[in-house]
């Protein structure tokens, strides 16, 4: 059974940094598109970062240069590192995955094209609230 836990929210004010990290169990992370997604109150959930199969990275353009997504496969962790902090990074974060094709699993590819709905698998969320 695929879990996904979400750790590492908290406030911060703005201009500050957190680390959040999604420990998996139940596959491994190295062969699985991965993503970091997040949700404001009465906003859509928000594609915020991609890592795909193979270790390809895509960023949506608001977190462009602040926000970087990695992950380690030896120990099955998704992180999302969050620099430059902003008010309207507040949000619940979730880290999402999805097995996709054989092909995407030994290629990569087809990961940031993924909506919300295409992620089988999500955490619980972890919260992160910034302060102006």
């Known amino acids: 059974q695929v879990q996904l836990v979400e750790s590492g929210g908290g406030s911060v004010q703005a201009g500050g940094s957190l680390r959040l990290s999604c420990a998996a169990s139940?596959?491994?992370?190295?062969?699985?598109?991965m993503g970091w997604f997040r949700q404001a109150p009465g906003k859509e959930r928000e594609r915020v970062a991609t890592?795909?199969?193979?270790?390809?990275?895509n960023d949506a353009n608001s977190v462009k240069g602040r926000f970087t997504i990695s992950k380690d496969n030896a120990k099955n962790i998704l992180y999302l590192q969050m620099y430059s902090l902003k008010p309207e990074d507040t949000a619940m974060y979730y880290c999402?995955?999805?097995?996709?094709?054989?092909?995407?699993?030994?290629?990569?590819?087809?990961?940031?094209?993924?909506?919300?709905?295409?992620?089988?698998?999500w955490g619980q969320g972890t919260q992160v609230t910034v302060s102006a």
């Open positions: 890592i795909d199969s193979v270790g390809s990275i």
């Open positions: 139940g596959y491994t992370t190295s062969g699985y598109c």
């Open positions: 999402a995955a999805d097995a996709g094709t054989s092909w995407e699993q030994r290629f990569g590819g087809n990961c940031w094209s993924r909506r919300a709905s295409d992620f089988a698998y």
